[in-house]
């Protein structure tokens, strides 16, 4: 996430939101958000991991989701994804360039 704090006025300029998802509670999320003075929204899926399995990034035995990145398009249309779960560096990077090719950049 703090991958993304750092590109945010990138994204942003190129018309693009940013919202993190995860299985941890409202208050969780907001602490960590305001400890590291995230601009954008951090949503909870507690307790009903709706959105996680969803997606499909629940993990197996427990509330917790695998780190996955969706890019969206202006009609709510997944254009990429960045699966990767040991290079985090790699979900911000690969956003900002999936919203670029979208942005005609």
Do not use: C
């Amino acid at each position: 996430m703090q991958g993304f704090q750092e590109i945010h006025e990138d994204l942003e300029a190129l018309g693009a939101r940013v919202v993190g998802v995860s299985a941890d509670t409202f208050a969780a999320n907001g602490a960590f958000a305001e400890k590291y003075g995230f601009e954008f929204p951090l949503l909870s899926d507690w307790p009903a991991n709706q959105t996680l399995e969803a997606f499909g990034v629940k993990r197996e035995g427990g509330p917790t989701a695998v780190r996955r990145t969706f890019i969206f398009d202006a009609d709510r249309v997944i254009r990429a994804v960045v699966d990767d779960q040991r290079d985090m560096p790699a979900h911000s990077a690969g956003a900002l360039e999936a919203v670029k090719e979208l942005a005609g950049s």
